[in-house]
């Protein structure tokens, strides 16, 4: 991959995380207006605006995660010279550099999204701890994220954009 390819896939994948970061915390703030228990969750079958409200949280939770674990930390990684190999070396390299808090939460918070979106129609009570579980972490993925982009800023690799 070309340096000027490199930057520019950063920079795109710089403004795409900041708008998931933005979007995930006003849909968290939306649907996390009190936590959730298995009432709350039976309601999502009649309650279609809380329903899709829910499956935004989701979706962007997840969103967010994949878009930094698994294109912004490796095209990062690249730039500076570093090999890139499976998720967890990703993450974990990341975690050594100071970028996330800790490659181990990242991918509980993996499997935690993996839960919500499997467990939707399943368990209510499996639902209603893995939501609550995911909305505690919404600023730990928003603060590592933002880690990152700081880092791409501080090299001077989002410098030029439109």
């Known amino acids: 991959m070309s340096r000027h390819f490199r930057v520019e896939r950063l920079r795109f994948l710089a403004r795409v995380v900041e708008r998931e970061i933005a979007h995930l915390r006003v849909t968290d703030a939306r649907v996390f207006t009190r936590s959730f228990d298995g009432a709350r969750v039976e309601s999502l079958e009649s309650d279609v605006a809380l329903s899709e409200q829910v499956d935004a949280f989701v979706s962007r939770f997840g969103r967010l995660q994949d878009t930094v674990g698994d294109k912004l ?16 070396d990703n993450l974990t390299r990341a975690e050594q550099l100071g970028l996330l808090g800790s490659a181990d939460l990242w991918m ?19 639902l209603a701890s893995a939501l609550n579980a995911g909305h ?5 993925l928003c603060a590592d994220a933002e880690r990152l982009l700081s880092a791409i800023k501080s090299r001077g690799w989002l410098e030029g954009e439109t």
């Open 73 to 88: 930390l490796p095209t990062y990684l690249l730039g500076l010279g570093e090999s890139v190999g499976a998720v967890l």
């Open 136 to 140: 505690e972490h919404v600023e730990t």
């Open 108 to 126: 509980t918070l993996r499997a935690l999204r993996n839960q919500m979106i499997h467990e939707y129609m399943e368990d209510r009570e499996i």
